[in-house]
């Protein structure tokens, strides 16, 4: 006698959401303005609607495979901070918008993890080597940092300036795709300024969401070596240099802000990072800590917006 057994796997749009999870979508998505502006400012125009639309769908697949890439690499490392009691406070935190670690917690195998991560990979190189070869081999330095990134989790805490490095690629890429021979000086500056926004709104502030779990594992990050108070004087110091390196990048440009761009940038970065950081310098409170990851992660996104605006009305 034969006796059904029910397979309540999530199937469809529910198993779909797992793997956005694994990918955090949400914020990738907010990351993808970052090749956007990088373009925008570089070429001063908007590229040709090919270019548009190949840039998209690389850039979508680019950082879906490489946050996806981030929890396989650190699958492990999850699973001991899950049996530690992690991930229960996730509220105000961006990369739990829709499930927090589904591989550590078991709701995706990391068979489908691999597959879902190669897949996309392949469409990032494709589409990466129709627009410029460069932006392919950006893309696999991109992937091999931060799988380093990972593996140093016990090892140094400047891993986090391997972690800067990596959110650096997906722009310089950018301007790769629509320019075979950028400006170093411009690649410089844009390099250095998403390094400090990186360093100073988005990998230390984040290591705040985990720092109990971390300090249980004796982790190498730069709020366990250093401690809050360090930890918190290095993230403000690091926005201040964002913002400053933001005006020059405008000033740089190819086609230089005027002053009433540079004063709403300004005004940008003082409301999404240099505020946030402050009060994180005064308290010191993981809540302060997400919120302004939280808000760092819109940076460029309101700089894209800006940019645009600019173009549009220039035309």
């Given amino acids: 006698m034969n ?19 694994l990918s955090r979508t949400p914020h990738g998505l907010m990351d993808m303005a970052t090749p956007g502006l990088a373009a925008l400012l570089w070429l001063g125009e908007f590229p040709d609607l090919r270019t548009v639309l190949l840039g998209l769908v690389t850039t979508f697949a680019g950082y879906t495979a490489v946050y996806a890439l981030n929890d396989l690499v650190d699958y492990r490392t999850d699973k ?21 670690h589904p591989l550590a917690q078991g709701f995706l195998s990391v068979k489908e993890g691999l597959a879902w991560s190669g897949a996309w990979s392949v469409v990032a190189l494709i589409g990466a080597f129709l627009l410029n070869p460069v ?33 650096t690629c997906g722009a310089l890429a950018g301007v ?35 720092i109990e ?43 230089p802000f005027e002053l009433p761009y540079l004063a709403v ?8 990072l240099l505020l946030p950081a402050y009060r994180l310098y005064k308290t ?3 809540a302060d800590a997400l919120t302004l990851f939280k808000k760092a992660s819109y940076y460029p996104v309101a700089c894209l917006i800006l940019v645009v605006i600019r173009i549009v009305i220039g035309t």
């Avoid at 320019?179 to 990186?198: G, R």
């Fill in 3 to 21: 006796t059904a057994v029910s397979d309540n796997r999530p199937r469809g749009m529910a198993k779909l959401k797992l793997f956005l999870a």
């Fill in 80 to 100: 001991e901070k899950l049996r530690l009691g992690g991930f229960r406070d996730s509220k105000n935190y961006l990369d739990a918008a829709i499930i927090r």
């Fill in 135 to 167: 932006c392919v081999l950006i893309f696999l330095v991109g992937c091999g940092l931060e799988i380093a990134y990972c593996l140093m989790w016990k090892i140094s805490p400047f891993r986090s300036l391997v972690s800067g490095v990596v959110k």
């Fill in 176 to 210: 790769f795709a629509v320019d075979p021979d950028p400006s170093i000086s411009f690649l410089l500056v844009l390099f250095l300024w998403l390094f400090a926004w990186e360093i100073g709104g988005q990998n230390i502030p984040n290591d705040w969401a985990e």
């Fill in 213 to 255: 779990e971390d300090r249980q594992l004796q982790a190498r990050t730069i709020l366990v070596r250093y401690g809050p108070e360090k930890a918190s004087a290095i993230i403000l110091g690091s926005i201040g240099l964002a913002v400053g390196l933001n005006l020059l990048l405008f000033g740089v440009a190819i086609s």
């Fill in 265 to 272: 940038s300004f005004v940008i970065g003082l409301g999404l």
């Fill in 284 to 286: 010191r409170e993981r």
